[in-house]
């Protein structure tokens, strides 16, 4: 295992098609966590799982946004009806059940989104 | 809320000086503090934590304390490499499950 990955590593857009990234977490972790990052900023947290539950959303995901963990493993975050300002870095990170404050996550290289 | 502060701006230092990155907190409770680095074109690593009051994180040369009376947790390395020329954030978590991060700082180390 090579740590998390996701794909795609770039995404071009136009404005109001959806969009669709996948995340594949390191394999043994429990948890799994989506942030946004735009430019000149820290990353800002969205949503995360533990298992295939989506157990809290941030005030920044919009309706629409979704985000799915079927069986607990992969995960995809969807972009519907793209604006220009979804336009980022989109993050994806993994840890084990004992949470973030005892060991930090892990984190993918991102999806840089562009809404053109 | 739970925020983080960092000192504003890019940092430019000649490779072996000495490094200071200022990170201070808001939080409830007794969060754990985290020091993320992002090389150019990777993603986010851990650097180094600490999960209580006065814990030192050290990793890679680099080093952070936790104070929590002053609630800061400054970076600091010894002597830099040009290899080290990466943004650096700092970031919390007080137990559910959310990191927060500072804005970051592009640390630029010039030979």
């Known amino acids: 295992d090579t740590g998390v990955s996701q794909d795609p590593r770039h995404k071009i857009t136009k404005r109001g098609q959806n969009v669709t990234f996948r995340c594949d977490p390191i394999?043994?972790?429990?948890?799994l966590y989506w942030y946004r990052q735009t430019l000149g900023q820290g990353p800002e947290f969205l949503t995360y799982?533990?298992?295939?539950?989506?157990?809290?959303k941030s005030r920044l995901l919009s309706d629409r946004f979704s985000a799915e963990r079927p069986k607990g493993s992969f995960s995809t975050l969807e972009i519907q009806r793209t604006e220009q300002g979804d336009s980022a870095m989109y993050l994806c990170?993994?840890?084990?059940?004992?949470?973030?404050?005892?060991?930090?996550?892990?984190f993918g290289q991102g999806t840089r989104l562009t809404v053109v | 809320g739970n925020s983080v502060t960092q000192m504003e701006g890019p940092v430019t230092l000649s490779e072996e000086a000495f490094l200071t990155i200022n990170c201070t907190y808001t939080a409830t409770g007794y969060p754990s503090l985290f020091w993320y680095v992002q090389y150019p074109g990777e993603g986010l690593q851990l650097l180094l934590k600490a999960t209580k009051a006065d814990d030192k994180g050290s990793n890679k040369g680099f080093e952070a304390t936790y104070r929590k009376e002053t609630t800061s947790f400054h970076l600091e390395k010894g002597s830099v490499q040009v290899s080290d020329s990466a943004v650096y954030f700092c970031?919390?978590?007080?137990?559910?499950?959310?990191?927060?991060f500072g804005k970051g700082n592009q640390v630029v180390v010039i030979p």
């Open positions: 990170a993994s840890s084990l059940a004992m949470g973030q404050g005892a060991q930090g996550a892990f």
């Open positions: 799982f533990q298992n295939e539950a989506q157990l809290e």
């Open positions: 970031a919390l978590s007080d137990g559910n499950n959310r990191l927060a």
């Open positions: 394999s043994e972790h429990n948890r």
